[in-house]
């Protein structure tokens, strides 16, 4: 019997590493995610043993779109939603991660601070804190949800003496300060992510800038920025996935409805109607900031 070389037994090794992957991704992940498309486009029924199908075409892709109104509303407002506050994330990631990154009393214990929501974050753990529950009688989750719910930037702005500015600067401001908890409870992966490329910075680049007299903000856009910019377009495509696989938004509990009224084909075109949206997003994304991302092996 001829005796397999070194190469091909550490390819037989790697394929049994990942072969317990592999079929899980195929059991729990493929098979589904085909079923849901068969449902997609047929009639669903339950039948005495399993699931009968009937073909119906874009049927219930035109139900979704046109004859149920709340999911477009709710699918307009969740991508509005979005679309604001996915850069803020991002930017305040950012931002506290260069914060910690520097040496200073306690930075341990405000990396777990930014990262506890990351351990804690369950359901009614944040319908507490967000203030979802304050109309459920709970006195004390109303008590605690009125501090995230005030709108202080505009008090702080009328005690500096900031008037005049428009309604709809003004509804914008308390938007985002009725949303800073939200912002924060949403950040803590990426401010690990961020925390990871800045640790990566050559000492090199740092003593170089050093010498050439760099100050601070110079050093952010020449150095800090350009090595970060790759972790960015990571985080904004895990920011968008996960705001849009929250359960608690508004287009996943609308789904959640109609699969609870059994309407399974419409509530698969749904998910696939909203898959479609969130793929053609990060594409987009992904290729527009291709030319604005720094690699360091890159050639130039």
Not at 105 to 118: D, E, H, I, M
Not at 277 to 294: E, H
């Amino acid at each position: 019997m001829k005796k397999r070389s070194y190469e091909k037994r550490k390819q037989l090794y790697g394929y049994g590493f990942i072969a317990l992957w592999l079929i899980g991704t195929f059991i729990f992940f493929i098979i589904p995610i085909v079923k849901s498309l068969i449902y997609s486009l047929s009639d669903v029924n339950i039948g005495n043993k399993s699931m009968v199908t009937s073909f119906s075409g874009m049927k219930n892709y035109y139900n979704a779109l046109f004859s149920d109104r709340k999911y477009s509303s709710v699918l307009w407002k969740t991508l509005k939603e979005t679309l604001w506050k996915t850069p803020l994330i991002i930017i305040f990631s950012l931002f506290i991660a260069v914060i910690l990154n520097n040496k200073f009393k306690g930075r341990t214990f405000f990396r777990a601070v930014f990262f506890l929501p990351v351990i804690i974050a369950t359901g009614p753990v944040y319908s507490i804190i967000s203030g979802d529950m304050a109309d459920t009688g709970n006195i004390h989750a109303e008590q605690f949800s009125t501090l995230f719910s005030n709108n202080l930037v505009g008090e702080l702005l009328q005690f500096l003496g900031i008037y005049g500015i428009t309604e709809k600067m003004n509804d914008y401001i308390i938007l985002i300060t009725d949303n800073i908890f939200s912002i924060v409870w949403s950040s803590g992966i990426q401010i690990i992510i961020f925390l990871a490329a800045l640790q990566n910075i050559p000492t090199s680049a740092r003593e170089a800038a050093e010498i050439e007299g760099a100050g601070a903000w110079d050093f952010f856009w020449k150095i800090t920025f350009p090595y970060v910019s790759p972790f960015i377009l990571a985080n904004f495509i895990f920011t968008v996935i996960d705001a849009f696989s929250n359960p608690s938004n508004a287009v996943m509990k609308r789904i959640f409805e109609i699969r609870s009224d059994l309407n399974f084909g419409l509530a698969a075109a749904m998910a696939w109607i909203y898959f479609a949206i969130v793929f053609i997003i990060i594409s987009l994304v992904s290729l527009i900031s291709r030319k604005m991302i720094y690699y360091e092996n890159e050639e130039v």
